[in-house]
């Protein structure tokens, strides 16, 4: 969870115009991969979030951190709910 809040917080600086650190997210970045098969639902959600409003600020995602949330989407949708649904597209 504190991966997946921390990329949710630095999407929230960017989309509100604060320069947020490339370095520091793509950090929090690499460690994806060794906890995405035991995000929750909403985890999955606001990481996802994170890195389509990041990109959208020109902020540089790491796409395989990226690729390997989007992998488990199909192992959590059931379980989500509309807004976190909503959050991902």
Known sequence: QE??????AFGTLAAKGVEVDMDAAQAVSREL???VGE???????NTLWAFGTL????VEV?????QAVSRE???VVGE??????SNTL
């Open 80 to 85: 989500m709910k509309p807004q976190e649904i």
């Open 62 to 66: 790491d796409m395989d951190a990226a």
């Open 33 to 35: 991969p060794r906890v």
């Open 73 to 75: 989407l199909p192992r």
């Open 3 to 8: 991966i997946s809040n921390t990329l949710w």
């Open 55 to 58: 990109a959208a600020k020109g």
């Open 39 to 45: 995000m929750k639902p909403q985890e999955i959600s």
